[in-house]
């Protein structure tokens, strides 16, 4: 059985054994089997809760293929995907990074928000994005071959990226990229309620709300209303919270800070739910 990992540097890996719940959009299946097929690397475009991260699950399980996850952050090095030595007792020993561990074993690495992590992250896979398909450890001095079954798939949000953390076109170019966007309202009306149980009805109201609130560009908001944020509602209505309190908490206070717009849109909300 296909393995899940979820790793956030310093923490234990999350192992993760059901399949998920994904609707494809468009070709999307279709394109990522066929960059497995053709050893590819993807990248995947997108607003925050767009589907992105869940997508990969789906595939990987799909497709019988392990999956390893790095939430990437400001922090995140090439030495803590690659790897590096440890004291334990009286040895000094070599520990795998996940890039090393999925290059050797041959599982999907998936790099979640890359844009964030520093740069020699993107460095460290060059080699592994064009025709040799290999990891140079530099700690080591070795260079491994990547596992037939290796594949590299790498997101970040275009819109949400700016200067220091936008991808260099030179990166990007390495790349087959897919585009996500939220989901017409028929198509999200049917997510949130298969991922939550929730009434079709209610389920078309807090979608109702989402394009709403995405419409209102003049706002100003940093992010607008994920797909991921709409579940949490219908999570929360479905198990007895008040459906406007329900919406306040896990739509409008996530979106920002500010008080009146936090008004404002409560008010919007109460006015469709």
């Known amino acids: 059985m296909p393995t899940s990992e979820t790793i956030s540097i310093n923490e234990n890996p999350k192992i993760i054994s059901e399949q998920p719940f994904y609707k494809p959009m468009a070709h999307e299946v279709e394109i990522f089997q066929h960059a497995f097929k053709n050893k590819l690397p993807i990248l995947l475009k997108g607003p925050t809760g767009t589907g992105k991260t869940r997508f990969v699950d789906f595939m990987a399980h799909k497709m019988g293929q392990s999956l390893i996850t790095v939430s990437c952050h400001e922090e995140t090095s090439s030495t803590d995907l690659i790897g590096r030595y440890i004291i334990k007792g009286a040895e000094t020993i070599w ?4 890039l090393t561990k999925a290059v050797k074993e041959g599982a999907i690495l998936y790099l979640d928000e890359i844009a964030e992590a520093r740069p ?19 700690k080591l001095g070795i260079t491994i071959k990547a596992h037939p079954d290796f594949m590299l798939v790498a997101s970040f949000n275009p819109g949400y990226q700016k200067g220091f953390k936008e991808l260099k076109p030179s990166t990007r170019q390495r790349f087959v990229a897919i585009s996500f966007q939220y989901p017409i309202v028929k198509d999200e009306t049917e997510i949130v309620a298969t991922e939550t149980g929730l009434d079709k009805d209610t389920s078309k109201k807090l979608v109702n709300i989402a394009n709403k609130i995405r419409n209102l560009t003049e706002l100003g908001l940093t992010e607008t209303v994920s797909t991921r944020l709409l579940v949490d509602a219908a999570l929360l209505i479905n198990s007895g919270l008040p459906k ?6 896990a739509v409008v206070e996530p979106l920002t800070d500010d008080l009146e717009i936090t008004q404002a849109l409560t008010d919007l909300c109460d006015l469709m739910i």
């Open 120 to 138: 020699d992250v993107v460095v460290a896979v060059h080699s592994l994005t064009d025709h040799r398909k290999e990891l140079y450890i530099d």
């Open 244 to 249: 406007r309190l329900s919406v306040k908490v």
């Open 95 to 98: 520990v795998d990074g996940p």
